[in-house]
């Protein structure tokens, strides 16, 4: 009964560790996913940045993958990449690798994505997804190869794809207003967000304020918020993994500013799972302010 019990719970780990990598894949890592969240305000003034960063993602203190993000944000358009894959124990179980990217408007200091496209390979397959957003609606979207029909799966309607940002986009947390954008406030906040293939909700609730340090780069303040993560279309009720990941409230995201902006970003990720800890760490961070453009005059 032990051996049958511990297998069952070593199969439902690796599951919900393909889960997690399949959804920060498409924000553009190989690793671990959550989303974040943008805030939308109006306000006087565009602020400019850069952030040049790489992740590592552990579970249980073992290093299982690697990611690189980078984001340009000037006063009227913002453009985000990144890349990543999986190593050591995770690439034995579930190996794999993510490409994401996203383009868009820059409104009242805020990135509005018109872009968004992901590719990942798993298990010597791979999966591409497009989307066209205009206004937090998603316009165009296809994946290829096209998935198979479900009859299990809670179908995406056209009302789940309207108020929606893309699983890129939603990692940038923009807080309005003149105060320190790192606040209990920045966390108190909750948005939708639409990856190509499954509608969820994500809410975030303040938990505290710590110093966090990155071997390279940023050494500061970090505003740490709960996650909690709600399906809401495009997924299979009695899939064992959705329920695990809904019923967790112990799942913590950290939050630092992008230089030059009121944009924050995770620094760090942390999800239980049954094998212990699975975390996404900043191991280089490196942030700078942009000068703003100058009209040229005559």
């Known amino acids: 009964m032990t051996r049958y019990t511990r297998a069952t719970q070593d199969r439902r780990s690796v599951t919900t560790l393909r889960f997690i990598s399949s959804r920060l894949a498409q924000a553009g890592f ?5 989303g974040a969240f943008v805030l939308l305000a109006p306000e006087a003034g565009f602020a400019q940045g850069r952030l040049d960063a790489h992740y590592e993602a552990t579970l249980a203190g073992i290093p299982v993958g690697k990611g690189a993000w980078t984001i340009d944000i000037s006063d009227d358009q913002f453009s985000a990449s990144a890349s990543g894959g999986t190593s ?19 409104v009242n ?40 029909v479900d009859a299990n799966r809670v179908p995406v309607t056209e009302a789940h794809r309207r108020g929606v ?24 906040t909750a948005t939708a967000i639409f990856d190509g ?40 009720p009695d899939r064992p993994v959705i329920k695990y990941l809904a019923a967790q409230r112990s799942i913590e995201i950290a939050f630092v500013p ?24 900043a191991t280089q961070f490196i942030t700078q302010a942009m000068p703003p453009r100058v009209a040229k005059t005559q």
Not at 124 to 138: Q, Y
Request: aromatic share 8%.
């Open 30 to 34: 190989g690793g671990l996913c959550a």
């Open 109 to 148: 200091g805020a990135p509005v994505a018109t872009n968004y496209s992901a590719s990942t390979t798993a298990s010597k397959k791979t999966e591409a997804i497009r989307m066209v957003l205009a206004n937090g609606t998603i316009k165009e979207f296809a994946i290829e190869p096209e998935p198979p």
């Open 197 to 236: 293939r499954m509608r969820y909700d994500l809410k975030l609730d303040f938990k505290r304020m710590e110093t966090v340090k990155a071997e390279k780069g940023y050494h500061g303040p970090a505003v740490v918020c709960a996650v909690y993560f709600s399906p809401v279309a495009g997924y299979i």
């Open 258 to 281: 992008v230089a030059g902006t009121r944009i924050l970003v995770p620094f760090w990720l942390k999800i239980p799972t049954p094998l212990g800890p699975a975390m996404l760490e």
């Open 88 to 106: 050591g124990l995770l690439k034995a179980f579930a190996g794999g690798s993510g490409t994401g990217a996203a383009q868009g408007r820059v």
């Open 165 to 188: 940002f893309d699983p890129m986009t939603g990692s940038m947390l923009r807080v309005p207003g003149t105060a320190d954008p790192l606040s209990p406030e920045a966390c108190r």
